[in-house]
């Protein structure tokens, strides 16, 4: 062997316990951004029905309900009932958020319309969560569907469907998400909310990762993108809310957002411009409120963000 040759196989003997460790390094960084954003930060309900009947004098009829995923996992939520026949709506939290943020809202739309309201918590979120692990809204769109289903099925006193044939979803951030691609699927929703709506799962996993390292780079997201991708065995898809929104007919559309949603104003604005029916889409985007900093607001910000989605739910599924 030349010496040349011999030079070099040295070299490479030596640089290889490197490259190991840096590959181990690499693997390992993935692992623990993947592992720490699906687990969103565990917090106590802000208020729960029971606590709610305690505060308030308004006589409260949510109960705790569980109920089958598609995958076969268990899901949970609160449910208020309403009208027998009357419209059902699906309110869907967003990421690090749980049902308690919206379970006001849920009781006002209940009060004001008498529709029946599922309130879920979405997968890893809550305490002690049922499917310990978030997927930013992707896997969360057919658990909609799942609770869409489970809303048809529910009976009245006298044994007739609770709920009448239009339903509505709601929901912010990546429960936006979840909300639209549900909606796009499923003719029964006739009316959808979107709260600043990321432009996919990975838009929601991005903010996560920055949460978790403390700061922003291409490199870690795209290292927890790839991780996303294997960690979920190829179940984990991100595809555009463009292409969602383009698939969604001529459904009834309300566009939320306000400065305080960071980019997910803008992304919000464009979304406006995907729907095949422009004629059917109100958007609002100068919010001084949105569903990111509802567990934050004044009675009165918070009465006035409650009060214009009732009317919209009111005003599309009669």
């Known amino acids: 062997m030349s010496p040349r040759r011999r030079t070099g196989r040295k070299a490479l003997t030596a640089l290889l316990p490197i490259l190991l460790l840096l590959v181990l390094a690499v693997v390992c960084v993935t692992a623990w951004l993947v592992y720490s954003a699906t687990r969103p930060p565990q917090r106590a309900y802000l208020v729960t ?26 899901a949970r939520g609160w449910l208020v009932r309403g009208a027998e026949g009357a419209p059902a709506v699906l309110l869907l939290h967003g990421y690090g958020a749980d049902r308690s943020w919206l379970l006001n809202l849920g009781v006002k739309l209940n009060e004001t319309t008498n529709m029946t309201v599922l309130l879920p918590d979405l997968r890893g979120h809550g305490p002690q969560p ?3 692990a978030s997927s930013f809204g992707w896997l969360e769109s057919e658990d909609a569907l799942a609770a869409l289903e489970y809303l048809r099925g529910l009976k009245s006193p006298q044994g007739h469907a609770l709920a009448g044939p239009n339903v509505g979803v709601y929901g912010f951030e990546a429960g936006a998400y979840a909300a639209l691609s549900a909606a796009k699927r499923d003719a029964a ?17 991005a903010g996560a990762v920055r949460d978790r390292a403390g700061f922003d780079n291409r490199l870690l997201q795209a290292l927890a993108r790839l991780g ?31 400065e305080g949603a960071g980019h997910l104003k803008q992304t919000t604005e464009t979304l406006a411009n995907c729907f ?40 599309t599924l009669r």
């Open 189 to 205: 929703v006739r009316a959808v909310v979107l709260d600043s709506v990321p432009d996919s799962p990975d838009d929601v996993l």
């Open 130 to 132: 049922p499917v310990a």
């Open 49 to 74: 029905p029971e606590k709610f009947l305690r505060l308030s004098d308004r006589g409260l009829r949510a109960t705790e309900e569980t109920w089958q995923n598609h995958d076969g996992t268990r």
């Open 228 to 258: 996303a991708r294997v960690y979920f065995a190829g179940r984990y898809k991100a595809d555009a809310a463009c292409t969602l929104a383009e698939g969604l007919g001529g459904r009834q559309v309300l566009l939320l957002s306000g």
């Open 276 to 315: 095949p029916t422009r004629a059917n889409v109100e958007t609002h985007t100068d919010l001084p409120l949105t569903g990111l900093a509802l567990s934050s607001a004044s009675p009165e910000e918070d009465e006035a963000y409650d009060r214009r989605l009732i009317d919209f739910f009111d005003r």
